[in-house]
């Protein structure tokens, strides 16, 4: 005869207290802090292994194909971003030849092609008084001037470049050893001395115009044609990226005054200033000219950064396209393999496991592959910008078109945490409608 009481079960279980079982979508043991760590973490872990698994699992191909297509998203945004920060932090028209630019006051956003903007005028004697300040080693004045080649409408434009010619010097990324030294024709003023015709080209300028060194160009029109013509005496290689992987002439300062005008006034766009390392010169050069403004190398990137917005643009349009492609290939890849897996996650409401866990589960598993696709972003990107730098420099004759900086590649992984804060929440709303019962009995 049983011992237990009229209220209680053969297994001395009470019958008439019995808890109910929790429900499937019930967190359970809901006040143990270690425990609910623990488990989020084990959740966390299985999801990664579910996205990342290389085998055994249906949706592998298709993660796959999800981490390449992020990945391709982030290098594209990464290598817009790239050239932009090349077109603002390529070197000015003295390439590294020069530690300081006097330009006209406002004019410091164009110091590179200040073509028909401001001058200066004088230049000249300018360049030789600021010559005997101490510390300072040369002083160069330089005018641009775009035009055509001939008087065909059809025919390429060409930036022609002034300077006062020195050994060893470069000048907007060409050197000027192919000049003869000095300014010949200026003749202390008179513009009535030796018309030299010399002409450096960048490869970019030789390519377009067919000529070699030696070959007669139609530059300056009928004055520099009645004065004797042009013939190129070199082509040459661009020193660093910016202005001279462009079609560009280099020329006497003196002779394109003459051409375009600009001898009455003895005037040029700026004067690039070579100082010993170590003196600062800064001070006398600000008061030469009035109302003009004298830049270091640095201040002249920093303000060009600023001012143009065209690499801004570029690169906020990359960032768009980067994030919206991005965002759209995990919502729609991972929303299909989501709904492949639902059975599965049926399974583990039947077992037990939360809907809160199993929302952690598909958001972790989200994240998971938007930062692994970030990764092969950054990858991609360093070689499309090595790749893009060689044909730039090796097959085309240019210069460096894109930049590597490590912030860039932190950039790519927050343009990857972007495209998973934009994704998920989709895949959470699509992973919250799984039925445990009918997917169960849907089999």
């Known amino acids: 005869m049983s011992d237990a009481g009229p209220g209680t079960g053969a297994d001395g279980s009470s019958g008439g207290s019995r808890a109910p079982a929790p429900a499937p979508d019930a967190d359970p043991d809901p006040g143990s802090g270690g425990s609910r760590r623990a488990r989020w973490l084990g959740v966390a872990g299985l999801a990664a292994r579910r996205s990342l698994s290389p085998a055994g699992r249906g949706g592998s191909r298709q993660t796959a194909l999800t981490v390449l297509g992020v990945g391709v998203a982030v290098a594209t945004t990464l290598i817009v971003a790239s050239v932009a920060l090349a077109l603002v932090s390529g070197p000015a028209v003295a390439g590294t030849d020069a530690a300081y630019w006097i330009v006209p006051g406002g004019s410091a956003s164009s110091a590179v092609t200040a073509v028909e903007g401001q001058r200066l005028g004088r230049v000249h004697p300018t360049a030789e008084r600021i010559e005997g300040f101490d510390g300072v080693e040369s002083a160069t004045p330089v005018l641009f001037t775009l035009t055509r080649v001939e008087a ?60 070699e060194a030696g070959d007669p160009i139609a530059l300056g029109g009928a004055r520099a044609a009645a004065a004797g013509g042009v013939r190129v005496t070199r082509v040459a290689e661009p020193t660093a990226s910016g202005v001279g992987q462009f079609p560009v002439a280099m020329v006497h300062l003196a002779e394109l005054q003459s051409v375009v005008g600009a001898a009455g006034t003895d005037s040029a766009d700026q004067i690039l200033v070579r100082a010993t390392p170590g003196a600062d010169v800064r001070e006398r050069l600000a008061g030469v000219y009035p109302n003009s403004e004298v830049l270091t190398q640095g201040g002249l990137l920093r303000q060009r950064a600023v001012d143009s917005r065209l690499p801004v643009a570029v690169s906020v349009a990359g960032l768009i396209v980067g994030v919206v492609v991005g965002a759209l290939v995990v919502a729609t890849a991972l929303g299909f393999e989501l709904l492949a897996d639902a059975p599965q996650r049926a399974v583990m409401a039947a077992v037990g496991l939360s809907r809160r866990s199993r929302l952690w589960l598909v958001a972790v598993q989200g994240l998971t592959v938007t930062v692994a696709g970030g990764l092969v972003g950054v990858g991609l990107w360093v070689v499309g910008v090595a790749l893009a730098n060689l044909v730039s420099t090796r097959l085309l004759a240019g210069g460096v078109v894109a930049r590597l900086h490590p912030a860039i590649g932190a950039y790519g992984m927050g343009v990857a945490l972007l495209v998973a804060l934009l994704a998920v929440p989709y895949l959470l709303v699509l992973g919250g409608r799984t039925n445990a019962l009918e997917r169960l009995e849907g089999g």
């Open 152 to 211: 065909d409408e059809e025919a390429p434009y060409v930036l022609v470049v002034g300077v006062v010619a020195r050994p060893g010097g470069t000048v907007a990324g060409l050197p000027t050893d192919g000049l003869s030294p000095g300014d010949p024709f200026y003749a202390n003023g008179t513009y009535s001395g030796t018309w030299t015709g010399e002409a450096v080209l960048s490869t970019s300028a030789s390519r377009v115009l067919g000529a």
